[in-house]
């Protein structure tokens, strides 16, 4: 009885061994999460696709190409980076440098790029890359305000297209009382931040912003299916704005300039009521205006109204080129939202424009103004305002080009997933398991040592 005892006392420890084993192996597939890191997305991971082009370049042919985004983190900041870096490759001799900058927010931008950066990489890359655009901080940068730029650094030879530099542009999850970017607006970056107890939003409202009104994030309207179409007087007339809401930005797509090199596809823009009739809307009141210079080839042109273009009412927005540098826009989607219509010299049109937009909520305005506002600028200031456009194929049948221009445009690749981790938050292996097999050995060899007793005493 005793030994039937005893053997059934080493089958169950075998037994419950093996159970803690096999938990143990299983558990160990999985990595260990590191949860004192948040990583902040304010972009949307779905249909990231390349459209910040950074090629720019002055006389010389040296890159001034380059972009910003504005933030402030409600967390100390471990990284920042971003999910993809479209790039040349070998093949073609397009490879091209990037560099990264991180700097704390000193009071405005101009005195903020003349600091010190608390990052600054130079990267080269030889293709397209998402290992290379992560950064470690040497050391937890506090919470606060922040800018995170990105530049070109490989210029051109002359005579030649040159290397670029192409940044991924997705839905933003905020507006611009959140983020401010830079003249060649939004692209997809993140922050990992030291995870904070109580923090539900790593981003917070930029310094000196009021929340009187609350910016939605920029959403696609039309998406972007055709060729390039040139623009001489470009109407686009609006679906009438929601009750207690605002149309805050509307955004060509990727917006060519062809042939350009020498940075002078400007435009003006002009807004009036729509009344149902073209020539009759364009003789109303002015309600908006605004110009934009220096528009780089495939960069988004983005018009900003702020809280001009008020609910009730559907509007005309006149964008007209003002000098000889040509300018226009993707073709878009052949069936787009009801209240769109699109005009070229006075004349509808059956084709729609790859085209974004974003409302706010802005509650009661109070009486409508009765004389034209007045405009502030419509773009974020760069240190090295861009003086040339690269180079994009002429359009076979101008001013109504069908041809897409011959900037390489390289192939959209998937965002990341969010789960990566930077090698400074590598998991470690747990000495629980080792302890656990140790005592269940041990228990083994003291269970085989009572059976040996037992069987001695019953042959005496």
């Known amino acids: 009885m005793k030994k039937l005892t005893a053997v059934l006392l080493v089958l169950t420890m075998i037994i419950s061994m093996l159970g803690i084993a096999s938990f143990a192996a299983e558990s160990s597939e999985e990595p260990a ?71 704390k927010w000193d009071t405005d931008i101009e005195k903020t790029l003349s600091s010190t950066p608390v990052l600054n990489e130079t990267v080269y890359f030889d293709g397209d890359h998402r290992d290379l655009s992560h950064f470690v901080l040497s050391e937890v940068q506090p919470a606060g305000q922040y800018l995170f730029r990105v530049s070109q650094v490989s210029g051109r030879e002359e005579g030649e297209d040159g290397p670029y530099i192409v940044l991924a542009i997705s839905a933003m999850r905020y507006g611009d009382n959140r983020l401010e970017f830079g003249a060649k607006g939004p692209f997809a970056f993140y922050i990992d931040c030291e995870k904070t107890e109580g923090v539900n939003d790593y981003f917070k409202l930029l310094e000196g912003k009021e929340n009187e009104i609350d910016i939605q994030p920029e959403k696609t309207v039309i998406a972007r299916e055709g060729g390039a179409h040139e623009i001489f007087e470009y109407g686009i007339v609006t679906p009438v704005v929601p009750d207690g809401q605002v149309l805050y930005t509307l955004t060509l797509t990727a917006a060519p300039t062809w042939t350009n090199t020498n940075g002078d596809s400007d435009v003006t823009y002009e807004v009036y009521k729509w009344t149902g009739d073209y020539d009759e809307s364009i003789e109303g009141r002015l309600i908006d205006s605004g110009e934009i210079l220096d528009h780089a080839d495939n960069s988004n042109l983005t018009l900003k109204f702020g809280t001009n273009l008020r609910y009730g009412y559907s509007y005309l927005v006149l964008i007209l080129r003002s000098n000889d540098g040509k300018i226009g826009y993707w073709e878009g989607s052949p069936e787009w939202p009801e209240g769109w219509m699109f005009f070229e010299g006075g004349s509808e049109l059956d084709i729609s424009p790859a085209l974004r937009v974003s409302y706010a909520i802005s509650g009661d305005l109070g009486p409508e103004p009765t004389d034209p506002p007045t405009k502030e600028p419509t773009e974020v200031p760069v240190t090295n305002p861009p003086t040339e456009a690269p180079a994009t194929k002429e359009p076979t049948d101008a001013p109504a080009a069908t041809e897409v221009p011959a900037t390489d445009a390289p192939v959209a690749t998937d965002a990341p997933e969010i789960t990566e981790k930077s090698s400074s938050t590598e998991s470690k292996k747990s000495p629980v398991l080792p302890i656990i097999l140790g005592i269940c050995g041990a228990i083994v060899v003291a269970s085989v040592i009572v059976i040996i007793v037992v069987s001695k005493s019953k042959k005496k």
Do not use: H
Request: without cysteine.
């Open 33 to 103: 999460a590191d949860d004192t890191t948040f990583r902040a997305l304010p972009y949307d991971e779905n249909g990231i696709e390349p459209s910040i082009w950074l090629n720019v370049f002055d006389d010389e042919g040296a890159a001034i190409g380059t972009d910003y985004v504005i933030f402030n983190s409600a967390a100390p900041i471990k990284a920042v980076g971003l999910p993809v870096v479209y790039s040349g490759t070998s093949e073609n001799t397009r490879d091209s440098e990037a560099k990264f900058e991180l700097f």
